[in-house]
């Protein structure tokens, strides 16, 4: 699946959308302003019979409700695991926006690990029972998360692997300051243009009036939503 918003004549991929910025930029400023928008937009993702208007944040609200996870852990787990990215895949094949391995994947029942809610909630599941089987232990809970439970078992606490520990460190540093979590809907493929109009309406009006603002709203201007 690709990450894309609907169209009034169809699909229009995210990757078009950045084409068709760049476009009209010089390539100087070409690469600021493809990332202002990916940091504007980043990202809105499509999938099958999820509601409209619900963004990153609701989502992560949800998961850290019904897990009871802190929203702050999970915030900046997404932000060091992926950047908040649905696509990712990982050089070992974790995926999605919580970078969740296929295995474990199907052990959590998730079945669609691109599909940002799905992979949010599936995150928050695992990393809930890894916090619940280490006593609520975050560092090690996290260092579970990273390299497994045997292994931070094994060592008892954090293994000595540069990658585990500057995981743990990074998502306590990101933790104490706040994560980036981006302006995104999460949009549903089976909403309407007039969903998805009002949808990006409201997503514009939540962003102060910024580089990214900008961007984004001349954007879809010219995609013919506004």
């Known amino acids: 699946m690709k990450i894309s918003v609907v169209s009034p004549g169809g699909n229009i991929t995210y990757e078009d959308v950045i084409a068709s910025i760049t476009q009209k930029t010089s390539k100087s400023d070409a690469n ?5 928008f990916a940091r504007a937009l980043n990202t809105t993702t499509v999938a099958e019979g999820t509601s409209t208007a619900k963004s990153y944040k609701d989502i992560f609200i949800e998961a850290s409700r019904k897990y009871g996870v802190s929203y702050d852990l999970l915030t900046a787990m997404a932000q060091q695991e992926s950047g908040f990215n649905p696509e990712a ?3 070992t094949g974790a995926m999605g ?5 296929p295995e474990t994947a199907k052990g959590l029942g998730l079945e669609h690990p691109f599909d ?12 809930s029972q890894k916090l619940k089987e280490f006593g609520g232990n975050v560092e090690k809970a996290l260092a579970a998360y990273n390299a ?3 292994v931070v078992k094994n060592y008892g606490g954090v293994p000595p692997y540069g990658e585990t520990q500057s995981y ?3 998502i306590k540093a990101i933790m104490k300051r706040g994560a980036d979590v981006p302006y995104a809907n999460y949009i549903s493929r089976d909403a309407s243009k007039e969903e998805v109009e009002a949808d990006l309406k409201m997503l514009l009006s939540q962003m102060p009036d910024t580089e990214e603002y900008r961007v ?5 201007a010219e995609m013919n939503y506004l």
């Not at 600021?32 to 202002?36: C, H």
């Not at 909630?121 to 990393?127: C, E, L, Q, S």
Request: net charge positive.
């Open 89 to 91: 895949v990982s050089r």
């Open 116 to 127: 940002a809610y799905e992979n949010i909630m599936a995150g928050a599941k695992y990393i």
């Open 168 to 170: 743990v460190r990074n």
């Open 32 to 36: 600021t302003n493809s990332g202002a």
């Open 97 to 101: 926006i919580m970078q969740i391995m």
């Open 216 to 220: 984004l709203r001349n954007t879809l």
């Open 148 to 150: 497994g439970s045997s």
